[in-house]
């Protein structure tokens, strides 16, 4: 239903800036230029290519009408309004600032918006501002799409005049952006020199994906870069969000395309997550398909992000979002069998012995088929933590259909099996306890470290 609707809106916004455009194109009006915030075009990079083949002006400053409110420690309910032409309120130069940027549709109201205000004030004393750019954020998507340039150059001129007249480290400023807004962090960072951090969460993709780096997010315009996708789709119509990396480190919890128990869009997900940050941190996990140990140790998804470690695609997996805290153990076996039989199938259960807990998994779930030799590599997320694995126990029990016992064999061996912590970056291998084994269907060896 969601992406029907989205199909529908993004159908009926094409044909709405095809005509503006042309009528634009009709008065010749490309570009645009407002005083200090210097000129737009709907001219190339922005429009007229392949992936932007239409694109509008953004409307002029004072119709878009950013506005800002600051929060801090004293004042964390009752946001102040500042703007670089009246006042900068309580706003401290001695402190770290956060700016909050919301995306299309959205509005500061939002729920998510005040809480991780909340959430920023209470984990670090700093200055939250929160940015409302919701008189320019509707319908046609295109019109703002362009309009958040002008939002961008908004913030840029704020956080430059701080900078500039305070003497602030452009690196103490963090922006924080959702959707559309993400495109609207960019912009911005594109004008302050030596920013330092964009986190972008669900970066839009429509207008966005495979476009110039500087029509979009993209590493360069913060000292670091890290995103967060929660509601991804390698299509242009399906999802919102981009799946494509964009930042220094991009994350995709559950894959990044839906999470679990959560039907809605991602901005319900980005709740749970962002108030994650000062109290939890996920394990990191370095896969692409597969874990691999990283030797910067994977990274932090959320607050506790860091540039000093891994950068790239991280992917992690989380627990319902009804089950706060949501944590999930990344652990990865690699099971490798002997060369003594041709070809098996049934079940193996694996018994992990940690020094926290003991947990047995299926592997498959049912049939597993197995050749001579071969190699199974399977991720297996756990709500426990094993803790440091001493044995692991291998029980095989072969298919008990008729055609099984014909062509499939009743004794196996395993070489060895590999378990890897992804949350602890550990790898270690497991042999079996007499050195080697043929197992008979219906009993369980024992591996220890080797
Ligand atoms: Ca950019």
């Excluded at 199909?7 to 044909?15: A, D, K, N, R």
């Excluded at 981009?242 to 894959?255: A, E, I, M």
Aim: hydrophobic share 40%; aromatic share 10%; with cysteine.
């Amino acid at each position: 239903m969601y992406q029907s609707i989205l199909l529908l809106v993004v159908i009926l916004t094409l044909y709405a800036a095809t005509i503006a455009a042309d009528s634009l194109e009709g008065r010749g009006l490309m570009n645009v230029c407002y005083d200090e915030y210097g000129c737009f075009t709907s001219g190339p990079p922005f429009g007229l290519t392949l992936h932007r083949p239409i694109a509008l002006l953004p409307d002029p400053p004072e119709v878009i009408d950013t506005r800002f409110l600051l929060y801090t420690r004293q004042f964390k309910d009752k946001g102040q309004a500042i703007s670089r032409h009246t006042t900068l309120g309580t706003w401290d130069r001695t402190k770290a600032t956060k700016i909050l940027v919301h995306g299309f549709l959205d509005t500061i109201n939002s729920t998510w918006w005040p809480e991780m205000k909340d959430a920023f004030l209470e984990a670090e004393d700093c200055n939250v501002i929160l940015t409302d750019w919701s008189r320019a954020n509707y319908f046609p998507y295109t019109k703002a799409t362009a309009n958040a340039q002008v939002v961008g150059a908004d913030i840029a001129l704020l956080v430059n005049k701080m900078i500039k007249e305070h003497g602030v480290n452009p690196a103490d400023f963090h922006i924080v952006a959702h959707s559309l807004g993400a495109a609207v962090a960019g912009y911005a960072g594109h004008r302050i020199s030596g920013l330092g951090r964009i986190t972008g969460l669900d970066p839009a993709s429509p207008f966005f994906e495979n476009t110039d780096p500087i029509v979009r997010l993209d590493p360069s315009d913060a000292k670091f870069v890290d995103i967060i996708h929660t509601d991804g789709s390698p299509t242009l119509l399906l999802g919102f969000g981009t799946l494509t990396q964009v930042g220094d480190v991009d994350f995709y919890p559950n894959g990044g395309m839906n999470q679990p128990s959560c039907d809605k869009t991602s901005a319900k997900l980005i709740h749970a997550i962002l108030n994650l940050g000062p109290l939890d941190i996920f394990g990191p996990m370095d896969i692409q398909g597969e874990c691999t140990l990283n030797a910067n140790e994977g990274n932090f998804m959320g607050y506790h992000a860091s540039p000093n470690k891994a950068r790239g695609r991280l992917y992690l997996n989380t627990q319902r979002v009804d089950k706060a805290p949501y944590c999930i153990n990344h652990y990865q076996i690699r099971l490798i069998s002997g060369s003594n039989f041709v070809q098996t199938k049934g079940q193996i259960l694996l018994t992990f012995t940690g020094s926290r807990a003991t947990q047995s998994v299926l592997l498959d779930s049912d049939e597993t088929f197995l050749k001579r030799s071969g190699i199974e590599t399977r991720y297996i997320p756990l709500t426990t933590d094993l803790g440091t694995i001493q044995r692991v126990n291998v029980k095989f029990e072969r298919a008990g259909h008729l055609i099984s016992s014909l062509i499939y064999s009743s004794k196996w061996t395993f070489t060895n099996v590999t378990v890897i912590d992804g949350d602890r970056q550990t790898s270690v291998t497991f042999c079996p306890e007499n050195g080697e084994m043929v197992l008979e269907s219906g009993n369980t060896a024992r591996f220890y470290p080797c």
